[in-house]
């Protein structure tokens, strides 16, 4: 292995704004809000605060699963929060999740509105919400979804914040790094495709919260669709299992539209940077807004 790192830790680490790297404009050591500015609200009673990243997409997936499956409660407004251009820092968001992350979730149902933060959170609470959707009701079935729902709550952040973070956007390629990451991702990959080995979804017979946390992480890598080569790099396609779940439940009209909610890069005709209605996706991609834009010039 090669040995790139001369860096001597001092005593007492301080904040240097220029060590950041690609994230230096948003990354900071503190907490809080840095301006004042209050969050949109729309006609609908969930207001989603959010960025199609696998996070942000685990939440658009399960409230258009609740609309697919015919709770018309779950109707929403999906608004655009621009994490590279601090949005999650204003203090409107910063009221809704103290963490400043997306995906936020206010539901305005009832006469309190009650503010959810954590996918994970969101994902159960939505679940409960619809009388225990996507997720059994009691004991050992519910106890398995629950299972993998944290499993993937505690892993992504070793591929995402680890191996994505030193393979894709650190500053410097450190081996011991990707090395350490890259291990450990294969390992997850392999721990999913064990499970789905024996089970169709990864709670058993059911598709549950639990494959709407996972797929956008681990779907999207077994795509081959994040972090440049590291489809190839990772040999995803050896995941055979894990294969055959990315693509059953790629399929589904509701995981192809809750993609497109909040997207703001990719294809034009995938990106539905805003919703507020179920027609939007018929009408308001942003190819259709700018081909609307240059007609009207
Ligand atoms: N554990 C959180 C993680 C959320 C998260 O990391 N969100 C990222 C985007 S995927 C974010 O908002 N980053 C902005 C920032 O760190 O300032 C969850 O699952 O909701």
Do not use: C
């Not at 001092?10 to 704004?17: A, E, L």
């Not at 609908?44 to 939440?59: D, E, F, I, R, W």
């Not at 929060?81 to 009832?110: C, H, Y």
């Not at 294809?267 to 996706?281: M, V, Y």
């Amino acid at each position: 292995m090669t040995d790139t790192t001369t860096y001597t830790p001092p005593k007492v680490w301080t904040w240097d704004k220029a060590s950041g790297g690609r994230f230096a404009n948003i990354n900071r050591p503190i907490a809080g809000a840095t301006h004042d500015k209050e969050l949109p609200i729309g006609k609908h009673p969930l207001q989603l605060y959010s960025l199609a990243t696998p996070n942000g997409v685990k939440v658009t997936i399960m409230l258009e699963e609740l609309l697919a499956a015919g709770h018309k409660g779950a109707e929403y407004d999906a608004w655009l929060i621009r994490i590279n251009e601090g949005d999650q820092f204003a203090s409107g968001f910063v009221a809704v999740n103290p963490n400043s992350k997306i995906p936020a979730l206010m539901d305005r149902s009832g006469a309190i509105p009650v503010r959810v933060f954590e996918s994970g959170s969101i994902l159960v609470y939505l679940a409960e919400k619809f009388g225990n959707a996507f997720l059994p009701a009691s004991g050992a079935a519910r106890a398995e979804v629950m299972n993998w729902l944290f499993w993937q709550m505690g892993s992504a952040p070793y591929l995402g914040g680890g191996f994505g973070h030193f393979y894709a956007y650190a500053p410097t390629k450190i081996e011991y790094a990707i090395d350490r990451f890259a291990m450990e991702t294969k390992r997850q990959l392999d721990v999913l495709d064990r499970r789905l080995a024996e089970s169709r979804y990864l709670g058993g017979d059911a598709y549950s919260i639990a494959d709407i946390a996972v797929w956008p992480w681990y779907g999207t890598l077994a795509r081959g669709q994040i972090y440049g080569e590291s489809g190839t790099f990772l040999d995803v396609q050896s995941y055979k299992n894990v294969q055959r779940w990315t693509e059953e439940i790629g399929a589904r009209p509701a995981v192809k539209r809750g993609r497109m909610v909040n997207r703001a890069v990719g294809p034009l005709e995938e990106q539905l940077r805003e919703r507020h209605d179920a027609g939007d996706f018929a009408t308001r991609t942003q190819d259709k807004l700018e081909a609307g834009k240059a007609s009207a010039s």
